[in-house]
């Protein structure tokens, strides 16, 4: 067998261990590793400069016929990769260049010509990264529109909010956020996606018209925190009918530590403001009278799944909750 052939097989059984191993450990990560030579952090004899394929020929060559100690050594040599990685790898962690960090959408909410309502309204990705539990670590989302919602349109509310999913490894949560002129928070994790849409206009619709709504939205992933804070809200409108006592309803948003509700006709119209547990069984009430608008929030307890809102007189009304965050 010639030189080649022999480095051919070894890397041949090499790959096979590699494609039989499930674990994230074990993919392939782009390295920065030229700069790191350059700036003398990093002799060539080091593992930083090696790859999946020359990991698992020397853990064959160390540890023959036993594939759990090749795994185990494999899993190591990663480990250390990144920590040999971490002292100069900047901001950014080393998985950066595998993700998109950042990019717009333009959300079209159309009118359904055969229903007095509009189209579903999707939900679209603008950001996309993930790395190995070592990297876990501030991440800070932008949402922001690329130009300024600032037009009404039939009479629709024009409400983007963004969808951020994080976490690591075998953990995830989802949050929505206010979007309004823009909005930036930090999560920690070592893996992110963001996604933008609309509030759905439900009952605002007000026909004719083909197009309801177009809005340009971005989403944007960077690393470590903001150097400022701010109050993160999540915001939901719907109508409350006295005629046949419909009430304003709303599903309590993940994150979810209070609730303010305004009501466009405060000044003439009562309200009362169940707060239900998943059953819809009321916990408990909050009376709000004619003339006397909200001023401070009202705390969620942790049972609280769904926010009713009942309202007196003889007027229907928009009704507003502004749900305050815990992030």
Same mark, same amino acid.
């Given at each position: ?142 949402? /922001?529109?690329?130009? @300024? !919602? $600032? ?8 409400? #983007?909010? %963004?969808? *951020? ?25 070592? /893996?992110?996606?963001? @996604? !933008? $849409? ?8 007000? #026909?004719? %018209?083909? *197009? ?25 409108? /719907? ?14 948003? #993940? ?73």
């Amino acid at each position: 067998m010639s030189d080649f052939d022999e480095e051919a097989a070894k890397r041949s059984a090499a790959l096979a261990l590699l494609e039989d191993d499930d674990h994230a450990e074990f993919e392939h990560e782009a390295h920065e590793q030229d700069l790191a030579h350059q700036a003398g952090h990093l002799s060539q004899g080091e593992v930083f400069g090696e790859d999946d394929l020359d990991r698992a020929d020397r853990a064959q060559r160390m540890a023959p016929g036993d594939s759990l100690s090749q795994k185990a050594m494999i899993r190591q040599d990663v480990w250390a990769d990144l920590k040999n990685i971490a002292p100069f790898a900047r901001i950014n962690p080393p998985s950066v260049l595998a993700g998109t960090l950042g990019g717009q959408q333009t959300i079209t909410v159309l009118q359904d010509l055969t229903l007095a309502k509009v189209q579903p309204i999707p939900q679209l990705p603008t950001a996309n990264w993930g790395g190995p539990d070592a990297e876990t670590l501030p991440v800070t989302v932008t949402f /922001a529109p690329v130009q @300024q !919602v $600032t037009q009404q349109y039939s009479q629709m509310p024009i409400l #983007p909010y %963004g969808i *951020v999913q994080f976490g690591t490894r075998g953990f995830s949560v989802k949050a929505e956020v206010d979007i309004a002129t823009g909005v930036q928070f930090t999560i920690n994790a070592s /893996a992110v996606t963001l @996604q !933008v $849409t609309l509030e759905d206009p439900g009952a605002f619709f007000a #026909p004719p %018209g083909s *197009v309801v709504a177009t809005v340009i939205l971005a989403g944007m992933l960077s690393f470590y925190p903001t150097t400022h804070t701010t109050n993160l809200t999540r915001t939901k409108k /719907a109508l409350a009918f006295t005629g046949p006592s419909v009430p304003a309803t709303f599903a309590v948003p #993940p994150f979810s530590r209070n609730v303010t509700i305004f009501n466009r006709n405060y000044a003439t119209v009562s309200m009362v403001i169940d707060f239900q547990d998943v059953n819809l069984n009321t916990v408990y009430s909050v009376p709000v009278a004619a003339g006397a608008p909200m001023q401070i929030p009202i705390p969620l307890s942790s049972e609280i799944s769904n926010v009713s809102v009942n309202i007196a007189g003889a007027l229907n009304s928009v009704i507003t909750a502004i749900f305050g965050l815990a992030f």
